[in-house]
């Protein structure tokens, strides 16, 4: 939302609300005129206190994007350094896994050329009984 155009509609607000007061109030011009100073002075102040804040946002907005910009590589180049360290500091224990596995596999392997030499054996020896 920008400021200026929330600020002219509550101007216009505030004028055609005072407008709608002048015409409709059933007062004397003197009591009139004394409430319109004081609401004047009401308004006035009003008006001073939303700049304020729209400037306190203002500034609080470009403060916080400043930071962003500085913050933001920072964190970028913390987080890479984090993921590097990160990969070195694994190597060493993804190397063991991989040995591990590789000593597994061949363990595996030499199970499956013993089994199938028993059964091989199992069947000759079955074979001789037969014959």
Known sequence: MKAKPFLFGL?????????????STPQSGQ?????????????????LDVK???????HSVNSLTNEVK???PQIVN???QTITTFAEEIEPSKNNLQQE?????????????????ITENGKKSKEKVID
């Open 31 to 47: 009591q009139l005129r004394a409430n319109l100073r004081a609401n004047a002075e009401s308004t006035k102040d009003k008006l």
């Open 52 to 58: 304020q804040q729209v400037d306190t946002v203002k």
């Open 78 to 80: 913390d987080l890479k």
């Open 11 to 23: 101007a216009a607000g505030i004028v055609g609300g005072t407008i709608a007061v002048l015409f």
């Open 101 to 117: 596995i590789e000593a597994l596999q061949n363990s595996i392997n030499e199970i499956e050329k013993n089994v199938a030499q």
């Open 70 to 72: 500085n913050n933001i």
